[in-house]
């Protein structure tokens, strides 16, 4: 990997970090339900983002607490994934500490979605 494109990796891993891209600020979070029939939970920041439907309310609550979970490890998800192919596909060997980064990175988001 050239140092153009390390920087250009580090570059986008710190936009991937921070989620400046064009999708609403993170993190989300489940606002306060509100019910039409029963169906919707407004998933919220300040203001409503998105109207999640489900069968039942609890199905609605339920579907809307797994969206803003993808939504909020969507980054950390992608910067280790990123980190972790980008070693992987280096021709020269990497450094240890590059390896125990990517590591603790994934570890980290992992644990986050999880939770």
């Not at 019910?35 to 489900?54: D, H, L, N, P, W």
């Amino acid at each position: 990997m050239t140092t153009g494109d390390r920087e250009q990796r580090d570059r986008s891993l710190r936009i991937k970090r921070t989620g400046a891209d064009k999708a609403t600020p993170r993190p989300w979070a489940v606002g306060p339900s509100y019910t039409v029939g029963q169906r919707i939970i407004a998933v919220k920041t300040s203001e409503s983002i998105v109207q999640v439907y489900g069968k039942t309310e609890s199905e609605s609550i339920g579907n809307a607490r797994l969206i803003v979970k993808a939504v909020n490890c969507h980054d950390d998800l992608l910067a280790a994934l990123r980190l972790y192919y980008d070693l992987h596909h280096e021709r020269t060997a990497s450094p240890a500490d590059a390896w125990t980064e990517a590591h603790g990175m994934a570890r980290a988001a992992l644990k986050k979605a999880e939770d």
